[in-house]
């Protein structure tokens, strides 16, 4: 069975920075492309980033570009979105998931942007 | 950016009726190897949205055969044969043809 673990939501200011981990398991990660799904509150789903099986590449919706950066540790089964210059609307619940096609999704974890 | 339009925003249905979710795409998802990326996920309330169907028409593992999808090309559709209570949440489409993009969401609740 597919698992995916989200960890590292949290209150931070505008201008902040902050990294979102998932562990995954029951599936070939090393195999997988992985992405990462946003939903503000109270909205609809929004892609945010997905990167290949070796990390060779990676790509980010608009909003993003220049400030997320999404890798992965195939060792360690793990997925990172490392989030700088954050602003209010980066609040949202950030969902990790498997697949370029999402084939499965994490339980989330809630990124909360204010001052 | 492929847009993708889903009619309706919102459904009201009666237990053991049928019920369709329409989702439009501004270009075609069907790719160069005659494979179509069109996905249909559930979120139910207070959950992580869940798969429901895959490549147009392929049911997940696990989930009802009340559910089908079908369309091509720009065109597809999601059909609930009789909706149950267990049912209600929010629909969303997705296509993974180029950077994936969703639909608005379809909210469905029971009569």
């Known amino acids: 069975e597919v698992q995916l673990v989200e960890s590292g939501g949290d209150l931070v200011q505008p201008g902040g920075s902050l990294r979102l981990s998932c562990t995954a398991s029951?599936?070939?990660?090393?195999?997988?492309?992985m992405t990462w799904v946003r939903q503000a509150p109270g909205k609809g789903l929004e892609w945010v980033a997905n990167?290949?099986?070796?990390?060779?590449?990676?790509n980010y919706v608009d909003s993003v570009k220049g400030r997320f950066t999404i890798s992965r540790e195939n060792a360690k089964n793990s997925l990172y979105l490392q989030m700088n210059s954050l602003r209010a609307d980066d609040t949202a619940v950030y969902y990790c998931?498997?697949?370029?096609?999402?084939?499965?999704w994490g339980q989330g974890t809630l990124v909360t942007v204010s001052s | 950016d492929i847009v993708m339009t889903q009619t309706p925003l919102s459904l009201s249905v009666t237990p053991g009726q049928p019920a369709s979710i329409s989702c439009k795409s501004s270009?075609?998802?069907?790719?160069?190897?005659?494979?179509?990326?069109l996905y249909w996920y559930l979120q139910k309330p207070g959950q992580s949205p869940q798969v429901l169907i895959y490549?147009?028409?392929s049911r997940f593992s696990g989930v009802s055969d009340r559910f089908s999808g079908s369309g091509s090309g720009t065109d597809f559709t999601l059909k609930i044969s009789r909706v149950e209570a267990e049912d209600v949440g929010v629909y969303y489409c997705?296509?993974?043809?180029?950077?994936?993009?969703f639909g608005q969401g379809t909210r469905v609740e029971i009569k």
């Open positions: 998931a498997m697949g370029w096609g999402i084939m499965g």
């Open positions: 029951g599936f070939t990660f090393s195999s997988t492309w």
């Open positions: 990167i290949k099986q070796d990390g060779s590449e990676k």
């Open positions: 270009q075609s998802l069907l790719n160069s190897y005659g494979k179509t990326y």
């Open positions: 490549e147009v028409s």
């Open positions: 997705m296509q993974g043809a180029h950077f994936p993009t």
